[in-house]
C-alpha cells in the first residue's frame, strides 16, 4: 500500500497569513493526488484534484502541485473559513489512501 | 444540483450487520462509480472500496475484503455497502463520494454524501 505522510499535523496561523502543508507518498504517484478539507462535523470537501487542479467552486487563494512523490496545497491569505483539516489522498493505486491529515488552527 | 443523500444513524451490537444506503440525485447515475471511505471518532480517512454504478464491478481493501458488499439499485439511483461481521472498532462514519474520472485514469471523490453514524455497541 502507498503510504501518505502530510506535515506538519497541525498549524496555527492567523487571518491573513500564506500558509503550506506538505504531503509525501511512499511511492511515485505521477499527480494522482487529491486534496480535501473537513470542517468539523462535516463531510470532506473536494479542493484541488490531480495535485494542482482546482475544484470549480474553490476560491483561488487556494493551489496545490507537486508530481512524483512530493506535493504542496498553500493557502495565499487564509480566511477565517479556512480553519479545518485538510488531507491529501492519492488515486493511483489501490487501496486509495489519505494522509493523517493536517489541523489548522486559529492563532 | 449533484447530491448524495446517505441513511439515518444505526447502532448495531458486535456481530451483526449494517446495510447503509446513499441515494443519488442531479446526474446520470450509471456514469459514474461511487466509494465508500469511513472515519472512527476522532481519526483520519480510510477507503473501504468503490463500485461501478455502470457494470457493478467492485474493488474493495485488503482489509475488508470478505466483510463488506457493496452494491447499486439503477433503478432508484441508489448504493449501498453492507458490512457483517460488526466488532467495536467498526463504530465509525461512514461516507461515500461519487467517483469522478480524469484522463489517464485519474480519479478523485466528489461530491461527498452527509456521512451516517454506525455505533457498535453491546
Known sequence: DIQM??????????VGDRVTITCRASQSINNYLNWYQQKPGKAPKLLIYTASSLQGEIPSRFSGSGSGTDFTLTVSSLQPEDFATYYCQQSYSTPYTFGQGTKLEIK | QVQLVQSGAEVKKPGASVKVSCKASGYTFTSYGINWVRQAPGQGLEWMGW????????????????????????????????????????TAMYYCARRQMGVAGSNWFDPWGQGTLVTVSS
Do not use: H
Open chain 1, 5 to 14: 505522510t502530510q506535515s506538519p499535523s497541525s498549524l496555527s496561523a492567523s
Open chain 2, 51 to 90: 463500485i461501478s454504478a455502470y457494470n457493478g464491478d467492485t474493488k474493495y481493501a485488503q482489509k475488508f475484503q470478505g466483510r463488506v458488499t457493496m452494491t447499486t439499485d439503477t433503478s432508484t439511483s441508489t448504493a449501498y455497502m453492507e458490512l457483517r461481521s460488526l466488532r467495536f472498532d467498526d
